[in-house]
């Protein structure tokens, strides 16, 4: 679980007292203060349980045991190819291209996804969890996109703004009864702490601008087909405020830099958080390198990071070493916000929804689609000119999208 976190809740369990349980079946999920986990069964057998739902728990703690001679169930496992049919049907490499593991097996059962049809990153080209969690989205249907929940959506973008905290689900009130409690759990306790903390230690200010969307919307359209034929992803919006954001970093290095005690921390590197809103609260899923990536690379990760938040499968490391944070309210309508810097970080992009608006272009008056964009940003290391140029920069990438291909 890391070192940092030393104890959680037992959320839910997903089997009873005295079931039997296969290997590697979802067992339970632990809330921390940082992420919710899954635990699987490690063999098969009649499972005992130690601890109650909603109790917390020390990491390492024993909270049920199986007992493996009651029951001979057989391994919860995606049927692979034996070697000889995998010869037939595959190239060698195919044949030897996942290592079984559990995680891959039960994804391929969640997804669909045949490992076998996969090209592997690990280990002698073998299938990684990472892996078949990148082709999930593209096994959903060409195009779609993924929202926090991973459902498929004509939303602009899979996120959500960190401001507004999505509750998480209530209990069910009885008839005639005013008020239910419900104790916060570990995850909600640290969003609302981390955003208290960001409006206390750091001098926060907002600054607003307005993009006409009309040059990306003609460039999805023109090349969203072959887009799609190529990478079995969607050309989305969120792949293009990236871009435009590393380009803006790369401009004004002062908003990709942060505050430790009386030093200032200059990156070097572009790895931007993408806030994605879920059942259990809200999380900021980072996607490396952004300024080497593709855009399809872009849009892949992004929806991979999605159903991982969803599912519970978020690891630390998908949530450390971000720079810059992206957030989008307009998924849920919102036209204008002020979005809370995510610390370290000195500076937050709020994108927001896109609406028809009359515009005034060359003495005319036309009809644009525009978005409302903002940027929170720390005033004790970012200067006001220099956010508004780095807002600025963004404006311009978007309006223009040529200026991301010839870096002006």
């Known amino acids: 679980m890391g070192e ?12 009873k007292d005295g079931d039997t349980v296969k290997k590697d079946q979802p067992l339970f999920e632990l809330e921390t203060d940082k992420i919710t986990s899954e635990g699987s069964a490690e063999a098969a057998g ?7 739902a909603g109790a917390e728990v020390k990491i390492g703690q024993l909270v049920a045991s199986i007992d493996t001679a009651a029951s001979a169930v057989p391994a919860s496992a995606v049927p692979l190819p034996a070697p000889a049919e995998a010869a037939k049907t595959a190239s060698p490499s195919k044949a030897l291209a996942t290592d079984g593991s559990p995680a891959v097996r039960r994804l391929a059962t969640e997804t669909g996804v045949d490992p076998a049809s996969i090209t592997g990153t690990g280990k002698a080209g073998r299938v990684t969890k990472g ?19 991973g459902s498929p959506a004509s939303a602009p973008a899979p996120v959500s703004s960190p401001s507004p905290l999505t509750p998480n689900p209530a209990p069910a009130a009885s008839a005639g009864e005013r008020q239910t409690r419900r104790k916060m759990t570990p995850l909600r306790q640290k969003i609302a702490q981390r955003l208290v903390a960001a409006q206390h230690e750091a001098a926060m200010l907002t600054t607003f601008n ?11 359209a023109k090349y969203q087909d ?4 190529k990478n079995g992803v969607k050309l989305g919006f969120m792949s293009f405020f990236v871009k435009a954001v590393v380009h803006a970093l790369k401009e004004v290095a002062a908003v990709n830099a942060q505050i430790d005690g009386d030093t200032v921390i200059e990156n ?19 996607v490396k390198n952004c300024d080497t990536l593709p855009m399809a690379d872009v849009e892949k990760q992004i929806a991979a990071a999605a159903v991982k938040a969803r599912d519970g499968k978020i690891t630390l490391a998908d ?40 515009m005034a272009v060359n003495g005319q008056v036309v009809i644009r689609p525009m978005m409302y964009v903002a940027l ?6 970012v200067d006001g000119k220099q956010a508004v140029t780095f807002l600025v920069k963004v404006k311009q990438a978007l309006e223009d999208p040529a200026r991301l291909v010839i870096g002006i």
């Open 4 to 15: 940092s976190i030393n104890s959680g809740v037992l959320a839910k369990w997903h089997v």
């Open 46 to 52: 009649k499972i005992f349980l130690k601890v109650a």
């Open 131 to 149: 892996d078949m969690l990148a082709a999930a989205p593209a096994a959903a249907g060409p195009g779609s996109e993924v929202k926090g929940n």
């Open 210 to 220: 307005e993009v006409d969307m009309s040059g990306v919307m003609a460039l999805r």
């Open 226 to 229: 072959d887009f799609v034929k």
């Open 268 to 286: 070097h590197y572009y790895d931007i958080g993408v806030a994605v809103s879920t059942e259990r609260g809200l999380m900021v899923p980072v």
């Open 319 to 358: 949530l450390e070493g971000g720079v810059f944070t992206i957030t989008n309210g307009g998924t849920f309508g919102s036209l204008l916000s002020t979005p809370i810097i995510n610390p370290p970080q000195s500076a937050i992009l709020g994108m927001h929804a896109i609406n028809e608006r009359p």
């Open 376 to 381: 929170s940003y720390d005033h004790r290391l």
